[in-house]
Structure formats: C-alpha cells, structure tokens
C-alpha cells in the first residue's frame, strides 16, 4: 500500500511523497519515455524500409527487361545457347557489346544474389580468365524454384504448359522464362515476397518452332 506522508509547516498541512511512489513515478516516466522513443524510431525506419522494399522490386524488374532484351537477341553460330541450368544460363549476345562483336554472357545464383558475368572477345577468342563478374541483385528468394525455366517450340505462353525437364538439351530450347522472387523487406519479421516472371522467344530461332 502506498502512503502519502503528511506533515505540518507553519500551521500548514503538506502532502510528499514516500520514497516508493517515487520509485514507481520514475518507472512509469521511463516506459513512457521508452515507448516514445520506439515509436520515433518506427516513425524513421518504416519510410526507410518501404524504399529499400521498392527498390528491391524495381531492382528485379530492370535485371528482368536487361535478361530478356538480351536472350531474344541471342545469336553466335549455330546455336547461342551454350548452358541451360535450372539457376544457371550461358549464352552468346550481341546486346550491351561494342559494335560487330558479340559478348558471352553468364546468369548464375551464388546464396540469395544473381551475378551476372561477361566475356568480351579479343581477336574472336573467349578467354574465361577475362571474365568480369558483377552482383546484379541481392535478396533472393527463390527457395527451390528454378531461375529459368526453358520450352521447345510449342510452347505459346500458356502458363499450364510443362517446361523442358534437366539436363535439358539446348538444341531444343526455343524460348526462355526468367522467375525472380525477391524479399520484400518491410521490416524484419516480415516474410513477403515479390515475383516477377518474364519469357522471350529467341528471335534467331523463331524460323522453326516444331521441334
């Protein structure tokens, strides 16, 4: 029980307080000012956080349209695809190269980021030593569904319809979907996703969609 202490002063009657509410002021003052505090520093992080959540999404969607400008120009003797693993894709493009050349181009997943990596030809030689490798997106989160999925020629963007099981055999390969999911990020705790999926044909082997 707590006990105001009275006492008089000059014909006065004063009311303190005992050293327990005091106590209990002082730790009601303190949640208060921790609480405050806490929700200041949501009020600053929240904003923060959305951006980078955005800037995740945004991320994807550009690495996607750069992917997919660069397998539809997909061209180098007679086939450009050299490699088509369910997390990885080699291929030949002329895309993002100087003119008349045609670099070889690598979209492989290292953990949860997307690297992307280049060969520019010297003299018509790929020398593997030479290629540069750049992270191209952070916060994958694709868990155990492919990267690239690959269809043969009848494939019409039917979603129902079964993509080229591994090892897939390039030659048959005549269209190529790319599927990012990326970690949204809002706050900590919070588990949601974004997925983007986007497919091309590649152009130089539109000519024969039977196989």
Not at 94 to 102: D, L, M, R, T
Not at 155 to 166: D, E, F, K, R, W
Not at 175 to 197: G, R
């Amino acid at each position: 029980m707590i006990i105001h202490k009275n006492y008089f002063k000059d014909g006065k009657l004063l009311t303190g307080f005992t050293l327990v509410e005091l106590i209990i002021s002082i730790a009601i003052f303190l949640v208060l000012i921790i609480g405050a505090a806490n929700l200041l520093v949501s009020i600053i992080q929240n904003p923060k956080a959305q951006l980078a959540a955005m800037d995740n999404i945004d991320r994807a969607r550009f690495v996607s349209s750069n992917f997919i400008n660069e397998i539809r120009a997909a061209a180098y003797g007679s086939y450009p695809l050299i490699e088509a693993e369910n997390s990885e894709i080699i291929f030949y493009s002329p895309v993002g190269a100087s003119s008349g050349n045609v670099n070889r181009i690598r979209y492989y997943v290292s953990g949860d980021t997307l690297y992307k990596a280049v060969i520019v030809p010297v003299n018509g030689i790929y020398n593997l030593s030479s290629e540069v490798i750049t992270p191209v997106l952070t916060s994958l989160s694709n868990g155990g569904d492919p990267l690239f999925y690959y269809y043969n020629g009848s494939y019409n963007g039917v979603a129902n319809i079964t993509p080229l099981s591994q090892p897939v055999n390039v030659v048959q390969v005549k269209f190529v979907k790319m599927n990012l999911t990326v970690k949204k990020q809002i706050t900590a705790q919070d588990a949601s996703t974004f997925s983007l999926n986007a497919g091309t044909a590649i152009r130089v082997l539109k000519n024969n969609l039977s196989n």
